[in-house]
């Protein structure tokens, strides 16, 4: 315990800590039940269960077992009814979908490994300036024919795990969905359509004479442009930080996360690990919804 000032020391309440795997290692809970000082376990389906009264000042000698079973973990106290969400903010590019729009383009003229370079340095947040960045590789794409998109849409392009079901699930309860990216309108757009997405922003590629120019037209949707919405949404709707979910990847979503409770890191680069409050790096984007669960 830490103490506050003579006699008096901080107590850390109690939580319920869910437990998901796409298979669950009964040995494994068992262990970490033990470590957290749990009251009891809670089966909540096939591959998710809550201890009751865990201690989440352990969250340090339980992180090796978790990763050693591939179990995500998230402490959560109070339990919040998803029906007392009012946003689910979402990334796009190996977040919502499997891939990185602009790395697929660019293949069409085989520039991928550059343009993926450039991407994967602006994710780990080597590259502080994504408005940079994404000019870098869009100046790259200049002369890939407009039908190149089309043919990643069809070919490429597939939505991760329990992305339908957590948009369907969200929008059954009145959740406002929003998706917001730094990749480009011709794919937010339709994924925009395709799971009945409330609101969807990102960069419009100038294309002429039917190819890309390598020039984005209008402003830059980057990290604070993505933040702005989510605020943007919040005050409309009145929403607290409590009543916000965030998912995202990489370091442009950092401050986006940084408005929600909810703030989660979907199979994220380290630096998105570390200061979001959840991770996701076994489990679908569904898990998310267990832990709203009574």
Not at 55 to 75: E, H, N, R, Y
Not at 118 to 143: C, H, N, P, Q, W
Not at 150 to 158: F, K, T
Not at 166 to 189: C, D, I, K, M
Request: charged share 20%; hydrophobic share 45%.
């Amino acid at each position: 315990m830490t103490p506050l000032f003579r006699g008096v020391f901080l107590l850390l309440p109690m939580s319920n800590l869910i437990l998901q795997a796409l298979q669950l290692d009964q040995s494994a809970i068992e262990k970490i039940a033990a470590i957290t000082g749990a009251d009891g376990v809670q089966e909540l389906g096939p591959t998710v269960v809550r201890l009751l009264g865990a201690d989440p000042s352990t969250v340090a000698d339980i992180q090796p077992l978790c990763a050693q079973a591939k179990l995500d973990f998230a402490f959560i106290e109070p339990i919040h009814l998803l029906r007392e969400v009012k946003i689910l903010a979402m990334d796009m590019d190996s977040t919502l979908i499997n891939i990185e729009c602009i790395d697929e383009i660019a293949a069409a003229v085989g520039r991928k490994a550059e343009v993926s370079a450039i991407t994967e340095a602006a994710m780990r947040g080597e590259i502080k300036d994504f408005a940079e960045s994404l000019t870098r590789r869009v100046a790259l794409l200049e002369g890939v024919p407009e039908t190149a998109l089309q043919q990643v849409y069809e070919e490429r392009l597939q939505l991760n795990a329990g992305a339908q079901q957590l948009v369907n699930t969200a929008t059954e309860y009145g959740v406002r969905t929003l998706l917001v990216s730094g990749g480009f309108t011709f794919f937010t757009e339709r994924l925009k359509e395709r799971l009945g997405i409330d609101e969807a922003y990102s960069n419009t590629l100038e294309i002429k004479e039917g190819k890309l120019t390598g020039r984005v037209v209008g402003d830059i949707v980057g990290a604070q442009t993505k933040a702005d919405h989510v605020l943007r949404l919040a005050t409309e709707l009145g929403a607290t930080k409590e009543q916000i979910i965030a998912v995202g990847d990489g370091a442009n979503d950092l401050p986006m996360l940084s408005h929600a409770q909810y703030s989660v890191a979907y199979r994220a680069k380290p630096v998105v690990q570390q200061q979001a409050n959840y991770a996701l790096n076994y489990t679908p984007l569904d898990s998310i919804l267990n832990w709203f669960r009574t």
